[in-house]
Each structure stands twice: as C-alpha cells, then as structure tokens.
C-alpha cells in the first residue's frame, strides 16, 4: 500500500526506466558491467541511426565507436534531466552533423539504410511499382528515387538530418530537436525548409 507522495510517484516511472537509471548510476560509480549493458541497449539503436544519417557502413561504425567513446569519458555529466536515449542520440547527431561539414557528399556514395535485417536500398521506402505492369511508370519511379537522392545531397547537414531523422527514423520532432540540442519549432521550421526544397525539385511529380 502506498502512502507517500515520492512512492505514488515512483509508482508510475516504467519499470525499465527505472532499471537504466540504476544502470546509470552504477556505471557513473564505475561499474563495467553496468556500462556494457548500456552499450548493448542502445549500440543497435546508435549504429542504425548514424549509418542512415551517414550513408556509409564504415563512417557510420567510426561515429558509432566514437559515440561510446565520448559516453564513456562523460556519462559523469549525465545528470538525467532528460532521458539517457536523448542525451545520447544528441552526441550522435553531433558527430554526424560535424562529420558531414567535414566532407562533401559524394554522388556515388551507397544508397542503403540500415535496418535490423541488413542494409535494404533507401529508394525500397518508396512504393514500388511492378515494371510488368506499367514500364513507363516504373521508369518514372526510378527516375523520382534518383531525384530524391540528389536533393538530399543539396541539403544543408543540418537539413538532411532533420529530414532523414523525421522520415527514414520516424523520430518525433520534439525528439529531433532535443537530439539536436535546440527546441522541437526549430527543428519543425528545419523540416519545413527541407520539404520545401524537396517539393521544389519534385515538383512535375506531384
């Protein structure tokens, strides 16, 4: 029976939630144990994320390994006034937006997402068409996908990972913008900005 106000409270924090906190602070203590099963909660999670942000397996290993680095050296600063998942993709989405100002995308660069089941062609999210049935239709399909990868390549860093995080993660824009470390009408206006363009350059299409 519960009687104080901290144990009602207590009572509806997830049982899971209130497990990685222990967690937390256990590997905050030092516990090795406790951080690698941080690290095999989330590793999943943060190598999806910066390969379908990245487009590339290796760069996306090298932010990946980078990612657990920085955790590792800074989870003393960790002070859980937002969730662990949040606090983390942001070091992800950092590293990503610093990596993808360091280099120029290149065009030929892989075109696959990441997902539990392998690498699948980012162009697969979008509804296929059958060739037998209508080539010309097809054609026009391929056609939008490649125009599809071509504005995304002209978006800003921070515009592609906003839209990529929205639309090929399914992150929510509160989400985003925490991830981001901004506010969720920043990252709404970011996305906006992008799907202008997009509609822009899609604009024979729609």
């Known amino acids: 029976m519960l009687t104080g106000k901290g144990e009602a409270a207590t009572a509806f924090i997830p049982a899971a939630a209130l497990a990685e906190a222990d967690l937390i602070r256990a590997a905050q203590r030092g516990d090795q ?46 002070r859980f006034d937002c969730s662990f998942r949040t606090w ?46 209508d080539p010309q239709r097809n054609l026009m399909s391929q056609e939008l996908r490649g125009r599809i990868e071509r504005v995304l390549d002209d978006l800003t860093p921070r515009e592609r990972l906003v839209f990529e995080m929205r639309h090929f993660h399914g992150m929510r824009l509160r989400a985003i913008g925490e991830s981001l470390g901004t506010t969720e009408e920043a990252a709404k206006n970011c996305l906006f900005r992008a799907t202008q363009k997009m509609r822009t350059a899609l604009g024979d299409f729609l």
């Open 88 to 133: 983390l993709y942001r070091i992800v989405t950092n590293l990503c937006l610093d990596h993808l100002r360091k280099r120029k995308v290149r065009k030929e660069e892989s075109t696959t997402l990441c997902t539990s089941g392998g690498e699948v062609d980012r162009a697969s999210v979008l509804p296929a068409e059958n060739p037998h049935v």
């Open 33 to 78: 144990a406790a951080f690698e099963s941080l690290v095999r909660t989330h590793d999943q999670g943060v190598l999806r994320l910066a390969c379908n942000l990245l487009r590339s397996e290796q760069d996306a290993f090298d932010i990946y390994q980078e990612t657990f680095l920085r955790v590792y050296r800074n989870l003393h600063t960790f």
